[in-house]
């Protein structure tokens, strides 16, 4: 059917085949994956994620190749915009977020176009201006994972927040540290390896302020479990997949690998993290892509 609406668009839009620009958005109470040429691309490729689009366009079923993809996705529709409108901006903490994320790319502008996608790609996870060769050397280097964020950047932005933090009360401490962290992961677009990351911080951050400290395999568990009850389709994300391979793998064997080990501690210890992650995204890694 034919639809005149405004849509609230959930992810960044990224370029797709030709001059085409793709979206997810939100239509009413769906969430449909949207789809726009020549003039409408135009319109909709310098919009960010949380902003609203007048739109109109042709909504209809997804087609049966890209169903179960989309699904997990929680895309019920395609909406093929042929018109593309006025625009606003969103909530609050979107437009800062947005704001922030502009003001960061503007930063980087001397750069060059190659740096500043790598720039924008390793400290908030937007890597749509690489360039295809670029990508695929990091690919070839095994390095990709340095392309998007990921729990160094968590970790990054606490320690970089910590003796902010540190002069706060308890109950203070806590929130403020939630705050960060739901900040970041709006900023990040709260990529799978992102949500791993900042569920683990925040199990961390309330279990040592309640005093029930946990261990790193307990944090993970509940750190998985809760992300999962809230989306049960997360575990067919690649990314959320990896992350979790990689972080159960380090709980597990860093720590008897350093052991064995021989040379320095810290070069025993560097080398047990990095085998001990490898070791755990294997299973995921392999069948994915050989």
Known sequence: RTVQAEVTLLGDPVDGFGSSVRADVRLGRRRVEAWAHGAAAAALRPR??????????????????????????????????????????????????????????????????????????????????QAAAVADDFRAAGLTHLLAVSGQNVAFVLALCRPLLRRLRLAPRWAATLGVLAAFGLLTRFEPSVLRATAMAAVV??????????????????????????????????GFQLSVGATLGIGLLARPLAERLPGPRPVAEALAVCIGAQIGVAPVLLPAFG
Do not use: K, Q, Y
């Open 48 to 129: 960010l994620a949380g902003e609203r689009l007048a739109v109109t366009g042709r909504l209809r079923p997804p087609s049966p190749v890209a169903r179960a993809r989309l699904a997990r996705r929680h895309v019920s529709a395609r909406l093929d915009v042929r018109e593309a409108g006025p625009w606003r901006a969103g909530s609050a903490p979107t437009r800062a977020a947005n704001e922030l994320r502009r003001r960061l790319a503007a930063g980087a502008e001397p750069l060059g176009d190659d740096r500043r996608a790598l720039f924008t790609g390793m400290v908030i996870g937007d890597d749509r201006d």
């Open 205 to 238: 951050c309330t279990a040592d302020a309640v005093g029930r400290p946990a261990s790193r395999l307990r944090v993970l568990a509940l750190a998985v479990a809760g992300l999962v009850l809230v989306d049960p389709l997360l575990v067919g994300a690649l």
